[in-house]
């Protein structure tokens, strides 16, 4: 016998009998769906309970006119998932109710995987086909006025729960479509929250409690998934209720608390390849809005120039996000996305605009064990010759190790230095307390190092 195995071997078992039954009276009694409840499925004066009511009707209606017998738990299953799909976003709608997890990611038709606890996980949904998965998707953008397409075959859209979703499809995505959301909690996070997921230590929300009642500029950064838009909605909240924000982004995420906020999103041009709205438009335009503070969900691309202005030219207090490893890398990227409007600007005087315009970046990751934790709390202090001098107010502390569960129990932890822009707060009757900066020690590794 060949020590080899067949390759056939590898395949996945074809499904049995009984199975492939189920799933083409599956298919039968969702084309009959509907066929019989097309209509009514689009009619807005509808109650949900209606619908559900009606699809539930003619899906025994179905399975009784069909020779197959179905158990109780398997008719129970056939009804979920037909009203699901029927009404929701198909075998992934359970997921996107489920307030455990945070993000799903559907790589094609038969792969969908779910972040849980910060631990990605695959499930055992599955889509019918390319063009189960593509409805839904349709169904999705088409909520918020958008479209993909052959021509337009990327998109960023949200759920109406403020979800960020991202979905490609052919040409782009081989063996796709591809769909990508992002959840947010139906709940917003408070300070209290972060405390508690060990995100920051009370003395660290405190101090940047004071910086945002300061006005100072600050600059959220991290990698994707980090939970830079989370903390961007705490740090809003700080923000006092008497002034007026605008805020700027590719797909509404941002949820703030005050009362006085006006929110615009971008727009992607039309079938015509006409009509599209930036962020930079945006920015530029609310200018005009007489904002006290704006904020823009995240600048990558030229809109950095603009927010830059918008720092430097009285708008103090604005916040942003931005992707990078690190907030020195934070500086660079900032640079470079400057340049990328075009404006021939010297090396020095993009430098120049950059450590004028920012006072702060607070840089976010998530570690290996799922969590998110603010590892640096950074004051952009200036420049010394040709480059922008930062000096680390909080770090995190990773050479205390992790547990049993392999968590890390670290923590942000002062370096003992306080911040030159004390001065500035105390002019405002924002006092910070010596105790915010006590220097703590750091457990260094063998081999040296934080």
């Not at 019989?36 to 559900?52: K, Q």
């Not at 809003?236 to 590719?250: K, Q």
């Not at 995420?253 to 930036?278: F, K």
Request: hydrophobic residues 40%; proline residues 5%; contains cysteine.
């Amino acid at each position: 016998m060949s020590q080899f195995t067949k390759w056939q071997d590898f395949q996945k078992p074809a499904a049995s009998g009984r199975a492939q039954q189920v799933e083409e009276l599956k298919l039968k009694v969702h084309a009959r769906v509907i066929e019989t409840l097309g209509p009514l499925l689009e009619d807005t004066n509808t109650s949900d309970a209606d619908l559900r009511r009606a699809i539930a009707d003619t899906i025994h209606k179905t399975i009784a006119e069909d020779a197959l017998v179905l158990s109780g738990t398997e008719r129970a299953e056939l009804v979920r998932e037909i009203t699901d799909d029927a009404l929701g976003y198909g075998p992934i709608d359970r997921f996107v109710k489920d307030p455990t997890i945070s993000e799903i990611m559907c790589n094609g038709p038969h792969d969908v995987f779910v972040e849980r606890d910060g631990r990605l996980v695959r499930s055992d949904a599955h889509f019918t086909d390319e063009n189960h998965l593509r409805r839904v998707i349709e169904r999705i953008v088409s909520e918020v006025g958008r479209r993909v397409d052959e021509s337009t075959p990327m998109v960023d859209a949200r759920l109406p729960d403020g979800s960020r979703v991202n979905a490609v499809v052919h040409p782009v995505a081989v063996g796709g479509p591809f769909l990508t959301i992002r959840k947010f909690s139906k709940v917003p996070l408070q300070i209290s929250d972060l405390i508690n997921f060990g995100t920051c230590t009370p003395a660290v929300a405190h101090f940047l409690d004071a910086c945002v009642r300061g006005r100072l500029n600050c600059i959220i950064s991290g990698g994707t998934g980090s939970g830079k838009t989370t903390l961007l909605n705490v740090l809003s909240s700080f923000v006092p209720p008497s002034e007026r924000v605008v805020t700027v982004e590719d797909a509404k995420e941002l949820r703030l608390q005050q009362e006085h906020v006006v929110a615009m999103e971008t727009r992607p041009p039309n079938i015509e390849g006409t009509g599209e709205v930036t962020i930079r438009d945006l920015v530029r335009n609310s200018l005009r809005m007489r904002p006290d503070r704006i904020i823009v969900g995240e600048c990558r691309g030229p809109e950095a120039l603009d927010m830059l202005q918008a720092m430097n030219t009285g708008h103090d207090g604005s916040l942003t996000t931005i992707h990078c490893n690190s907030p020195r890398d934070a500086l660079s990227r900032i640079e470079t996305l400057v340049l990328m409007a075009g404006l021939d600007i010297p090396a020095r005087g993009v430098k120049e605009q950059v450590s004028s315009a920012l006072d702060l970046i607070v840089h976010v990751s998530r570690l290996r064990d799922g969590t998110r934790r603010i590892t640096h709390v950074s004051e952009v202090a200036g420049m010394e010759g040709e480059t922008i001098v930062l000096q680390d107010l909080y770090l995190f502390d990773f050479g205390m190790g992790v547990d049993a569960d392999n968590k890390f129990v670290g923590r942000l932890k002062s370096t003992g230095i306080r911040p030159r822009f004390t001065d500035r707060l105390a002019d405002q009757g924002i006092r910070l307390e010596g105790e915010l900066f006590t220097l703590e020690p750091f457990v260094r590794r063998a081999g040296g190092g934080r």
